[in-house]
């Protein structure tokens, strides 16, 4: 549906839009050039904030669909509100909430996500809340899950209400609570930035394990390497910096010390590059373009763009006409959890 068309218009509907800390603003002003944003809140600096549209929900969550936003972590409808007494009285409304919604609950596997803002007089922990509501569920016949929901309750607790709403994992664009992945650091884990990588597999519903031979430049200490190595594919790691010595001896590993302006490879050697050079975005297109010819058409680019400029929409922009003027497709650009002062890019060589 058009969101510029009268169809699909209703009363004002607030929206509970998360970014990463410190984007929020690139993300409303993404969001205001999918629609009219009638009223803005910021709920959460630089971070949390509500937005009023008129448009109908289905007409909303489709444009959202149509043209997901890179830097909206997560959205959530305010489908109810209760202002919070700070005792009790909160989990009893909260139950009656849910109670009165039966229907969109009955029959689905629900899980409740609960956040809140370090201000919220709201009294209960998150899993104080959850057990109480996972019981009202049970009573609508909705089995509570943590994993793999038809459907979540998003809860957020602020200054004064709890803002309350329901979606598909789909919808709210995560199925974690506010899009905040959480993975388990590891004991041996070479780098943080393993998350990076792991994140994007999920959000881009990436299979790397059917990936042959993998470029990762830029690779050290070697989280993204090890990852790849570990879904079993052959890796060219390519850093002037050292990788972690437990990586050294594999079997599957190929390291060049070297600058990545320095390397050259046979054309079509691989079906997977990733880059995660931490770079001037510019210079990393120029040597992320000289290196094309050895991914195989049909091949996937996972590229992370450091936001290093006041005006990251239009470096994101430059970036992706550079790399779609070349040879390669863009499939989706986001910012994930894990990215800090950067994005991902999933592209596609064409
Ligand atoms: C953020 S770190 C990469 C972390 C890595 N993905 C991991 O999982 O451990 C960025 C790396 O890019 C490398 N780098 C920067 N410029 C480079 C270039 N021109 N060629 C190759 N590597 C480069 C740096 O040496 C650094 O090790």
């Given at each position: 549906?058009?969101?510029?068309?009268p169809?699909?218009r209703?009363r004002l509907?607030?929206?509970?839009?998360t970014?990463?800390r410190?984007?929020?603003?690139?993300?409303?002003?993404?969001?205001?050039?999918?629609?009219?944003?009638?009223?803005?809140?910021q709920i959460?600096?630089?971070e949390?904030?509500?937005?009023e549209?008129?448009?109908?929900?289905e007409?909303?969550?489709?444009?959202?669909?149509?043209?997901e936003p890179?830097?909206?972590r997560?959205i959530q409808?305010?489908?109810r509100t209760?202002?919070?007494?700070?005792?009790?009285?909160?989990?009893?409304?909260?139950?009656?909430l849910?109670?009165?919604?039966?229907?969109v609950?009955?029959?689905?596997?629900?899980?409740?996500?609960i956040?809140?803002?370090?201000?919220?007089?709201?009294?209960y922990?998150?899993?104080?809340t959850?057990?109480v509501l996972?019981?009202?569920?049970?009573?609508?016949?909705?089995?509570?899950?943590?994993?793999n929901?038809?459907?979540?309750?998003?809860?957020?607790?602020?200054g004064?209400?709890?803002l309350?709403?329901?979606?598909t994992?789909?919808?709210?664009?995560s199925?974690?609570?506010g899009?905040?992945?959480?993975?388990?650091?590891?004991?041996?884990?070479?780098?943080?930035?393993?998350?990076?990588?792991?994140?994007?597999e999920?959000?881009?519903?990436l299979h790397?394990?059917?990936?042959?031979?993998?470029?990762?430049?830029?690779?050290?200490?070697?989280g993204?390497?090890s990852?790849?190595?570990e879904?079993?594919?052959a890796?060219?790691?390519?850093d002037?910096?050292d990788?972690?010595?437990?990586?050294?001896d594999?079997?599957?590993l190929?390291?060049?010390?070297?600058?990545?302006?320095?390397?050259?490879f046979?054309?079509?050697?691989?079906?997977l590059?990733?880059?995660?050079?931490?770079?001037?975005?510019?210079?990393?297109?120029?040597?992320?373009?000289?290196l094309?010819?050895?991914?195989e058409?049909?091949?996937t680019?996972?590229?992370?763009?450091?936001?290093?400029?006041r005006?990251?929409?239009?470096?994101?922009?430059?970036?992706?006409?550079k790399?779609?003027e070349s040879?390669?497709k863009?499939?989706k650009a986001?910012?994930?959890?894990?990215?800090?002062?950067?994005?991902?890019?999933?592209?596609n060589?064409?």
């Open positions: 549906m058009d969101p510029g068309s169809e699909g209703c509907m607030r929206w509970l839009c970014a990463n410190g984007f929020a603003n690139y993300a409303l002003e993404e969001l205001r050039r999918l629609f009219d944003v009638k009223a803005v809140k959460a600096a630089g949390i904030f509500t937005i549209t008129d448009l109908e929900r007409a909303m969550l489709e444009a959202i669909q149509a043209k890179i830097f909206l997560h409808p305010v489908d209760v202002t919070i007494e700070g005792n009790a009285d909160d989990l009893n409304h909260l139950s009656e849910v109670r009165n919604a039966k229907p609950f009955s029959g689905k596997r629900t899980a409740v996500h956040r809140r803002s370090a201000s919220s007089p709201y009294h922990t998150a899993s104080d959850k057990g996972d019981a009202v569920l049970d009573e609508l016949d909705s089995e509570p899950v943590m994993q929901p038809d459907i979540i309750l998003s809860i957020y607790a602020a004064e209400e709890l309350a709403g329901w979606g994992p789909g919808e709210l664009l199925d974690w609570p899009g905040a992945v959480r993975f388990q650091r590891e004991e041996e884990q070479i780098s943080r930035a393993k998350f990076k990588l792991l994140e994007a999920r959000a881009f519903g790397l394990e059917d990936y042959k031979e993998a470029l990762d430049i830029g690779a050290a200490p070697g993204w390497t990852l790849l190595l879904r079993g594919c890796v060219t790691a390519v002037p910096a990788l972690h010595p437990s990586l050294m594999h079997p599957r190929a390291y060049f010390k070297k600058n990545a302006g320095e390397v050259k046979r054309p079509d050697t691989f079906d590059l990733v880059c995660d050079m931490s770079w001037s975005p510019m210079l990393m297109v120029k040597l992320v373009l000289d094309q010819a050895s991914l058409r049909g091949g680019a996972i590229i992370t763009i450091k936001l290093m400029h005006k990251p929409l239009q470096t994101i922009r430059d970036v992706i006409r790399l779609e040879s390669f863009l499939l986001k910012q994930l959890f894990h990215n800090r002062d950067e994005i991902t890019l999933y592209l060589k064409i």
